[in-house]
C-alpha cells in the first residue's frame, strides 16, 4: 500500500462528498471526537487534518502558560464532574443553555432560540443522513 502525500489536497486524491464524510465518521469515531460535517474542506490535507485532530484532541498542546488552566483542560474537569443523571430537569436545562451559549462564543454563532443549528444538525448527522439529504435536496428521492 502506498502512502498518502501528507499536503496533496483532499480533492487531488480524488475525495468526493461521500468520501469525505465517511472520512469524518471513522474518524470521529476512532477518537472520540466530535469534528465538524466539513472537516476535509475546512481542512483540505492529511496534515491539515492530522494538526486539527492534534489541537482538539484531550491532552493538547495549547498556548497557555499554565496547561491546568487551559480551556481543554478545564473542559476535562468540568466534564469529570457533570454527572446529568444526578440533576433534575431545571439544572439540566441551564446547564445545555450555558453550554449552548459558550458554543456559540466560541464558534462564532448565536442560537436565538436556543436550538440546535444548522451545523450542529450536520455535524450530528450519519452519513446515511446526510446523503438521504442530498438526495432529497437534488430532487433524486424515490417516487412514493
Known amino acids: 500500500m502506498d502512502a498518502v502525500p501528507a499536503e496533496r489536497d483532499f480533492n487531488r486524491l480524488g475525495f468526493d462528498s461521500l468520501m469525505a464524510v465517511e472520512l469524518r465518521t ?3 469515531a476512532a477518537t472520540g471526537t466530535r469534528l465538524p460535517a466539513a472537516l476535509v474542506f475546512d481542512h483540505p490535507t492529511p496534515l491539515a487534518v ?22 481543554l483542560a478545564e ?3 468540568i466534564t469529570a464532574e457533570l454527572t446529568p443523571d444526578a440533576v433534575d430537569d431545571a439544572t439540566r436545562q441551564g ?15 448565536r442560537q436565538d432560540d436556543g436550538g440546535p443549528t444548522v451545523d450542529d444538525r450536520i455535524e450530528a448527522a ?13 430532487g433524486r428521492q424515490a417516487d412514493s
Open 126 to 138: 450519519s452519513a446515511d443522513e446526510v446523503l438521504a439529504f442530498i438526495d432529497h435536496e437534488l
Open 95 to 109: 446547564v445545555v443553555g450555558r453550554l449552548r451559549h459558550l458554543l456559540a462564543q466560541w464558534d462564532g454563532t
Open 75 to 77: 473542559l476535562d474537569r
Open 26 to 28: 471513522w474518524l470521529a
Open 50 to 71: 492530522a494538526r486539527h485532530l492534534h489541537s482538539t484532541l484531550p491532552g493538547a498542546a495549547t498556548a497557555t502558560a499554565d496547561p491546568e488552566r487551559s480551556p
